[in-house]
């Protein structure tokens, strides 16, 4: 019994040197490159120019699917909610997997500083137990005193030795911890690597698509540039939110046209659930299922408990709460992480997308029935004014910092989206529009 406590404890007293030396050792100085690294180094080109390949392949072949999409409308939306919504879901994938790393690394420093706190256990419990092994039994018949010393020696080690197993026992269930909070450590950031690829490809491939969703939008919008720039201009001439959406449906024709869009759909979207109502019917996520659509699928009001928020993150501040500047929120605040993509948490009609005051980018949606939706908060806007768009498309990517002038006011280290929901120009809360949770979420 005792060899094996002792090799337990070498074992512990090694690892515990090992950690020490980790800790304290200090870069070799610099030699002359050995033959073996100079081939190490070429293969490591090799397959950076694999990696280069590839890539041109994947690009080449990203070109030729979105080619042969042509002008079909119905599939170009497909893909384009299909990977932004694959693109949000590894954005939440890798925020859990470095929560997951955070918490690994701080209980992998807690175990290193507990077993550096035991060394001089460690060390006292191995000396006492290699003492103890050295030790050779006496001579009976030769001398009587000597074997009654060793009873008493014995007496006394029966009492020591299994306070020693226990204090090593203890040690060893702290090293067993410590490789296994490693091997953990290194499956996660392995995982987490290959999430970051996929995610890499997905924003490629997104990218590409909404490139391509533009070109035909301004295919069919021979004014478009002259249309946003005249937005911009008129976004100038008014100093609050219902001004300037009051502004842009009256004035800018592309936003006009689409107030009148929304307006009749939500007179057909009412007579719809009308007749549902009568009928026993009932309209839910299915309805969204329709990428051809150009036209909200059922009445907003009738989204309530169905809405997908529009980017992965941390509600800050909710509605009818402090705004930060003395004032009432009067909508949500979600902290994200930098370039985060953002979609659309309803079908709707743009009215406005540029920068406008103290919001940085803004963008409006007319959802049709008295209701608009305006998300502010973004780096880089996506559509333009005029365009009808689906749940789930993506329509805006997050910049690396705040840029709505309120919360730069609380020195937020991160990007910022703030939503708000307007009846009739009042500010609602957006809260029984979000759905419980993600099975229920539109995705479009």
Known sequence: MRAPLLNLLLIAS?????????????????????????KQREQELEAARARQKSAEEAQAKLKAEIT???QDRTQLNQQLIDTAANVRSVEAKIDEAEARLRNLNGREQQMRASLDSRRADIVEVLAA??????????ALLVRPEDALQSLRTAMLLGA??????????????ELGELVALRKNIASERDQLALDRDRVRNDQSRLTALV??????????????????SRAIMLSKQVGDLQGLITKMEQDLQSAAKAAEKAAEAAKQAEAKAAASANTGAKSGPAAFKDRSRTAPAIAFASTKGLLPLPVNGNKIRDFGGSDGVGGVQKGISLATKPGSQVTTPCDG????????????????LNAGGGYHVLI???????????QFVLTGEPVATMGSTS????????????????VEFRKDGTPVDPGPWWAANEGEKVRG
Not at 217 to 226: I, P, S, T, V, Y
């Open 14 to 38: 090694v690892a515990g040197a090992s950690l020490a030396q980790a800790q304290t050792a200090t870069p070799p100085q610099t030699a002359a490159v050995s033959p073996d690294a100079i």
């Open 68 to 70: 042969a999409l042509g």
């Open 129 to 138: 137990l290699q003492r103890a092994g050295r030790r050779t039994p006496p």
């Open 160 to 173: 020591v030795v299994p306070e020693l197993r226990g204090r090593a026992e203890a040690i060893a269930g």
């Open 211 to 228: 490139d391509e969703r533009q070109r035909q939008q301004a295919a069919r919008e021979k004014d478009l540039d002259a249309e946003n």
């Open 349 to 364: 009609w743009v009215v406005y997308a540029g920068p406008f005051r103290s919001y940085g980018q803004l963008l409006i």
């Open 376 to 386: 502010a908060g973004m780096e880089r806007i996506s559509v333009n004014i005029g």
């Open 403 to 418: 840029q709505v002038a309120s919360i730069l006011a609380t020195n937020a280290s991160q990007p910022v989206l703030y």
